[in-house]
């Protein structure tokens, strides 16, 4: 494992940590707005160490918190997870060959360790920019939401000071450069007027799991190229 730190370098270093305080705000909100929504200082806390999951934890606490009902929102968190499992064929190798390594790999198996790894061309630095991005983001993360839902005990109405908009800012900015392919687009305005349209009458989290039409109304498909006539 020494070795896998040896290849790391201050490029390298510098994202991980600019990621890693991006994560950090974001998680501080989170706990903060779990806190103002009603939940116990440790429910956050521990959610953040069990399931490590930013989206599928804001998406669990906003469902519960309008209302909705846990099964709702662990199948809401399913479902948005479920990305993870090509992120896991796609760098299983950068994990080791190790039983705990593996085990505690994929734990840290999120969008921006996955990111970082796949970035690398080297098989050694993506070992090591998984490993140095999955580690900074999950303490950076865990002391930021632990440090929020403190916070959120004292702050009471966190929607008086925007913390309730930090997070789904944050998941639009992510998001912009993909709605630059139409069919991208076209799947999430299906998505979203669909969600916004059942919200009056269907309880909350079932809304978000109608979104998935727009992933079925418009599936990209490549054309096939015409096969060049044999030369005569």
Known sequence: MRSIWRTLDAVLLRDVAAVALGAAVTG??????????????????????????????FMAV????????PAAAVLAGLVLNARHLPFGLAVGDVLGKNLLARV???????DEST?????????ARARAAYWACGVA????????????????????????????????AAMLALTLPALKDAATRNAALVG??????????LPAGVPVLLALVGLFAFRTTKKEEPCPSPQS
Do not use: E, R, Y
């Open 28 to 57: 501080a909100s989170f706990g903060a707005i779990a806190v103002g929504s009603g939940l116990p200082w440790w429910l956050p806390v521990l959610m953040s160490l069990l399931i490590f999951a930013g989206g599928s934890q």
């Open 62 to 69: 906003g469902i519960v918190a309008a209302g909705g009902s």
């Open 192 to 201: 979203a007027v669909t969600a916004l349209a059942t919200t009056p009458f």
């Open 115 to 123: 990111a970082f790894a796949m970035s690398q061309k080297d098989p």
């Open 104 to 110: 505690v790999g994929s734990h840290l198996l999120i």
């Open 137 to 168: 983001l999950f303490f950076c993360w865990n002391i930021a939401v632990l440090v929020g839902a403190l916070a959120g005990q004292a702050v009471g109405d966190t929607a008086a000071f925007g913390l309730d908009a930090a997070f789904p």
